[in-house]
């Protein structure tokens, strides 16, 4: 079979913010496993697949059936014993670096869960800076650019006081203050570091904001000071405390000299353009080496929910990505019907590939299972759903282009309006008007000269009234999160959908494959 040139997506990427796939320890280790030996023998590797498993791999710029220079991979989720990660995370390790860019999370999320195991009853203590000691290791040999360790503010709620023993947000701050020093005396420099930003309101995120912007600052930290800033809680969620944190930051100085800016956890197709257009005037106005980009899982969490990516909506009405409940039928075993959504990975598949448990089939446990599935059509899915997210949000930024270079309307005249009037309100056939309404304001807000003028901007009414109409989906209300499943997508036929967060690279779903392979 002839083997076709790998489907290079990041030339599509042009100066839009980063789209970074949130990388499932469950998808890498088939690229692992099938270099060392034959995991998935050779008979269940799909026929179409000339580049066998490794052609998975999208950041093997020559085998990759297509391939994307970007991705997150957290510690929290990774084999820390440094010489079993080389082994078993083969696809973060070998990889072109002077190309590809991994920004590692240090598994804050999984420590204050009780995930990754730490001692909290001796926070400073030798076995806390063991683990400390284990997460700067792998993230100073793994990633190109890396979070300090913070300690959400959710550690503190009463679901996780017991585990914790934090009480306060203040406790949250001052076990965070702790762990960026920490991690600061002891970086290698083989990495670069992005001070975490979290806050539940304006005055816990602004509270936080005073007590860790010492550890961007030089003039405190020399050239062990944080290279970037990651920004967590209602900082990457709220766009009016966005676009409030960021005009403080130019005035203080604390974005100068600051190459890279990530959101975590933002699956939504607008905000990646609005952050496209907040990096843009940040390379005009402060910084032109600034990369901003943000993550989301939902390729992978999708799957472990049993869903499939079938399109994408880029329409006035709503950019979207569109879900559906993924075929799973004993009696497509041995099938030769193409697979019906469209993608590099779906192309050379057929449904025989997906389905392949027969009625009456023993899975690896020795059991007939309810799923034709079996751990490695997982696999297979989420190869798919990657590639279409990626391309789902770099259409999106396409056509906030095309249509941005035709309407620029003044964010004065927005209005809140019905679905009736909202209609009536459009500019643009393929983009929504917000999308369009955004990047004249963002343009408007980094002309400004002073810090005063730029929060004049930002409490005029109509101002408040639009950047609040943009929250996003990760919007946090009395500690609740609303970044659910149904605020995300499209989706039909899904059993309570409602309750899934696609962003959620800890999904439970998604962590039982992890540790058991779907088998």
Known sequence: MKSNPPVNLTQFQRDYAVYLPAISSFYSTYVAKQRLSDFVPKDRIPKGFDRGIEGMNFLNEEQGYFTYNYGLYSAGHAQLDIEKSLVQEVMIHDRNHAKTMILGDSGGYQIGKGILK???QDFEGKAANKTRDSIIAWLELTADWSMMLDVPIWACDKNNQARTGLTSPADCLQKTRFNNEYF??????KTKWLNVLQGSDWHSAQSWYEGVKEYSDPAVWGDKAAEGWAMGGVNMSKMDITLKRLMIMREEGMLT?????????TAQLDWACYLTSIQRQLRKHINEEITISFDCASPFVATAHGLVYTNAIHTAKKFSVVMEKAPDNKALAGSDIPFPFESEIGRRLVMGDICHYAPG?????????????????YSLYMAHNVQCHIEAVQRANHYADIE????KPDWRSWKKLNSKELASDQFSEWVPRNVLYFDRFVEELFNTKTLTEAMEMLEHTTAKAFLISIAGARNTTNGQNDNLFGGLFDVEEVTRADEIDL?????????KLSDELGE
């Open 404 to 407: 941005s270079a035709r309407f």
């Open 361 to 377: 089939m023993l899975n690896k446990i020795k059991k007939e299972g309810k799923t034709s599935w079996d751990s490695f059509a």
């Open 184 to 189: 600061l005396k002891n970086r290698l420099d």
């Open 257 to 265: 000299g600051k190459n890279w800016i990530h959101f975590l956890g």
């Open 118 to 120: 730490f001692d909290w």
């Open 503 to 511: 962003s959620d690279a800890n999904d439970a779903a998604l962590q």
